[in-house]
C-alpha cells in the first residue's frame, strides 16, 4: 500500500514539485512511536483505529498521538456507529456482492463481495472479510480474500476512552459533511431520537458514524 502511495506521490510530484516537500511517509507501530514532531492536526479516520484490537494497543496510541499534538492541536478520530446495541451473532451475514467497477486504464475488472463471516461480541470485535473477483482483458480471473478485524465502540465507550487518555471532546458529528451534529461548543445535548440526517435518509437515526473533534488536556 505504501509502495502505491509512493509511486501515486511521484506521478503528482513530477507535476507539483512542491507537493513531494509536504509529505513524508512513516512505516511505525501506531501503539508505539516517537517522532520527535510535533503537529496542529491528528487524524485517524475511517476504520484506522479500530484496526487496534487490544486495549493496551488502543491506549498506547492515544498517548502516542497525546504527545505529538501542539498546543491548541486538534485530534479528530472517527469510528463506524454500529447498528445494533448490542451486537449479536445476527451481525453475522452470508458473502454477498458489493458493487463492480472497471479500471478504464488497464481494462481489468473487479467484482466486490463482502461476508461478515464472525463476531465475538463479548470482545467486540468482528471478523468480516472483502472477496475480490479480478478478470483481466485476456480473460484470466483471480480470487483475492482480505481478512479483517476490527474492534467496535458505542458512543460512551469511546468518549468515555479519549477523556480517560487526557482529552477534551470539543465537537461530534455522525457523518463527515457534519450534517449531523450530536453535540457541540455550545453544550447542548440534543436526545439521540432527535438527531437525524436530511442529506444521508438511510443513515441510522444517531447517524453511520461517530465522528469525535479533541483537543489535548494537559
Not at 458505542?154 to 458529528?173: N, P, S
Amino acid at each position: 500500500m505504501l509502495d502505491i502511495f509512493r509511486a501515486k506521490l511521484a506521478k503528482e510530484a513530477a507535476a507539483q514539485p512542491a507537493l513531494a516537500r509536504r509529505v513524508e511517509i512513516i512505516h511505525g507501530n501506531m501503539a508505539d512511536f516517537d517522532i520527535g514532531r510535533k503537529f496542529a492536526l491528528i487524524t485517524a479516520p475511517f476504520r484506522a483505529f479500530q484496526a487496534i484490537t487490544e486495549e493496551a494497543d488502543a491506549e498506547g496510541t492515544l498517548s502516542c498521538v497525546h504527545s505529538h499534538l501542539a498546543d491548541g492541536g486538534i485530534f479528530i478520530v472517527n469510528v463506524f456507529y454500529p447498528n445494533a446495541d448490542p451486537l449479536t451473532h445476527s451481525w453475522r451475514r452470508e458473502e454477498e456482492f458489493i458493487g463492480e467497477i472497471t479500471d478504464e486504464e488497464t481494462g481489468i475488472r473487479i467484482a466486490r463481495y463482502e461476508c461478515r463471516e464472525k463476531i465475538d461480541p463479548a470482545s467486540q470485535i468482528i471478523y468480516p472479510y472483502m472477496a475480490y473477483h479480478v478478470t483481466y482483458p485476456d480473460g484470466r480471473t483471480e480470487r483475492l480474500v482480505e481478512h479483517i478485524q476490527m474492534k467496535y465502540y458505542y458512543r460512551h465507550q469511546l468518549r468515555a476512552l479519549v477523556e480517560k487518555d487526557g482529552f477534551e471532546i470539543t465537537d461530534e458529528f455522525s457523518w463527515y459533511d457534519k450534517a449531523s451534529r450530536v453535540c457541540g461548543l455550545s453544550g447542548t445535548q440534543p436526545k439521540h431520537e432527535d438527531v437525524r440526517d436530511a442529506n444521508h435518509p438511510t443513515s441510522r437515526i444517531t447517524g453511520r458514524e461517530i465522528i469525535l473533534v479533541c483537543r489535548r488536556k494537559d
